[in-house]
């Protein structure tokens, strides 16, 4: 499998979270997102953060994986609100999510 890019790994992210939200987000954060993520919305790429083996019992290779938030920026460009921290792999089907 080739190397994914920035824009095929937030493509993916967003399409996972859209499918996963319904099962892991209460009603209340769902109303806040159909509401506010089309005018705030925002997916970004961050660095990978160094926490991810708590999360999923293993350590991660930061040159492997991708991390990218979906959330709602404020107007500076922050992301105060944060519905879901995803884990992608560059290549291969490894993915993981914090809601």
Not at 66 to 75: H, P, R, S
Request: hydrophobic share 45%.
């Amino acid at each position: 499998m080739p190397r994914m890019q920035d824009d095929a790994i937030l493509d993916f992210a967003y399409q996972t979270f859209l499918e996963m939200a319904g099962e892991n987000l209460s009603p209340q954060e769902i109303a806040l997102f159909n509401e506010k993520f089309p005018e705030f919305g925002q997916i970004a790429l961050y660095d990978t953060a160094e926490n991810w083996d708590e999360e999923i019992g293993v350590l991660i290779d930061p040159e492997v994986f991708a991390e990218v938030w979906i959330g709602l920026a404020d107007e500076k460009g922050a992301m105060p609100h944060v519905f879901a921290k995803c884990l992608v792999a560059y290549e291969g089907d490894d993915f993981h999510i914090i809601w």
